[in-house]
Nanobody, 123 residues
Framework: VQLQASGGGLVQAGSSLRLSCTAS????????MGWFRQAPGKEREFVTL????????YYADSVKGRFTISRDSAKNTVYLQMNSLKPEDTAVYYC?????????????????WGQGTLVTVSS
């Protein structure tokens, strides 16, 4: 599986942005999909994940209520809708695919990674 993330950019605090992650391969629908982010000088952190069938999702407390993950299996794409953005959301955002069937909250539980897309939120 190859993942291509896009949609990052420079926005003001309070704005919205939607990230996309498109996967190659016919097995996309069998993978859980997650988003992680890494801010300058910090470790990569979990943001959200969605189950292989889209029926379940999980969010980090820092983004709960502001971010929404969704997937479109027909388009082999997972989305991250980010609303009410804050300067502390500034980071490179990575999408990842996992065959782990539980709640994959750690980067080592993911099998494939996209290249990352930069989100910068100005105050």
């Amino acid at each position: 599986v190859q993942l291509q993330a896009s949609g990052g950019g420079l926005v003001q605090a309070g704005s919205s942005l939607r990230l996309s992650c498109t996967a190659s391969g016919r097995t996309f629908s069998s993978y859980g999909m997650g988003w992680f982010r890494q801010a300058p000088g910090k470790e990569r952190e979990f943001v959200t994940l969605i189950s292989w069938n889209g029926g379940n999702s999980y969010y980090a407390d820092s983004v709960k209520g502001r971010f929404t993950i969704s997937r479109d299996s027909a388009k082999n794409t997972v989305y991250l809708q980010m609303n009410s953005l804050k300067p502390e959301d500034t980071a490179v955002y990575y999408c990842a695919a996992t065959r782990f069937t539980g709640w994959a909250l750690h980067s080592y539980e993911y099998d494939y990674w996209g290249q990352g897309t930069l989100v910068t939120v100005s105050s």
